[in-house]
């Protein structure tokens, strides 16, 4: 069964569209930047670099998202909450769209399951019945699912940080309550795409194409236990002949909890075209 859906070279996707329609009514502006100090190997390096390995091990936890878009003095953000089952590599999000200034309906919360391979969304949108799925297949876009759905798949978050280098120490934190340390480094899409775990490669892949530079400033915030707690990537791509700048955190808690993902059977997932 085959989505159809609008798509171009360098542009914007599924919920990360609708809130470029937004951007263009409201404003503010933001940056970020990054230290390197290491290179490839050791220490610091070889923490951040194991994150996602240790993640796999963890089982699951609680999820927190938001994702930042900010070009031409604009910036909104759409935020999202769940859980992710790590040794399943499956994860459910609620997102939120934010609230359009001009004063059209709130859209509601799209739900969102995350697997290897596909993004699966509900209350869509855009043409699609309330009742049905939207499955998109992310080794075709051309962020691999990196900002398409208005957050970023933690554990693809993860994967991206198996080609962290300049990573530096920035200093003990507390973070809801915990002890952490915080990372600051940059890390290589295309480079992760080559050493990521299999699930993940055809997806990062994809993304490497599509954004405006593969280099990605990173935050990373590890525990005690060299868990991912909090990390921050911000991208870049273009949009229309501007630049997009994307920041996105995922926040990792209560880890242990159950996440029960269950994906929609063959006849609820939607097999019409999708607006634009």
């Known amino acids: 069964m085959v989505v159809q859906q609008h798509r171009r070279r360098g542009g914007t996707f599924a919920v990360a569209a609708a809130v470029l329609g937004v951007m263009a009514t409201s ?36 999820a927190r998202t938001s994702m930042e878009m900010a070009t ?6 759409i935020r999202g909450e769940g859980g992710y089952d790590f040794e399943r590599r499956m ?26 391979g596909a993004l699966y969304m509900k209350n869509r949108g855009a043409g699609v019945p309330a ?36 990573v530096t120490f920035v200093g003990e934190e507390t973070l809801a309550g915990r002890t952490v340390r915080h990372y600051r480094g940059i890390t290589d899409i295309a480079r992760a795409a080559q050493v ?55 926040l990792l808690y209560d880890f242990g909890t159950p996440v029960s993902v269950r994906l929609p059977d063959h006849e609820d997932i939607y097999a019409g075209r999708i607006r634009a």
């Open 72 to 77: 031409g003095g604009t910036r909104v953000t």
């Open 131 to 166: 009742d049905k799925w939207v499955r998109v297949d992310t080794t075709t876009l051309e962020d691999g699912n990196l900002v398409t759905g208005g957050a970023t798949d933690p554990l693809a978050a993860a994967e991206l940080l198996r080609s962290a280098r300049g």
């Open 196 to 250: 990521a775990e299999p699930h993940a490669r055809a997806s990062l892949a994809a993304a490497a194409k599509g954004f405006a530079t593969d280099t990605v400033p990173f935050d990373a915030y590890l525990d005690d236990e060299g868990r991912l707690r909090k990390v921050r990537h911000r991208f870049s791509f273009t949009n229309g002949g501007g630049t997009v700048a994307v920041t996105s955190t995922t």
């Open 27 to 62: 404003g503010c502006s933001g940056g970020g930047g990054a230290v390197a100090d290491d290179g490839r190997g050791g220490g610091h390096t070889d923490e951040v670099l194991r994150a996602a390995d240790v993640l796999a091990g963890a089982g699951s936890s609680k």
């Open 91 to 116: 994860g459910q999000l609620t997102v939120v769209l934010p609230q359009d200034p001009a004063g059209a309906d709130q859209h509601r919360p799209i739900t969102e399951l995350l697997t290897p």
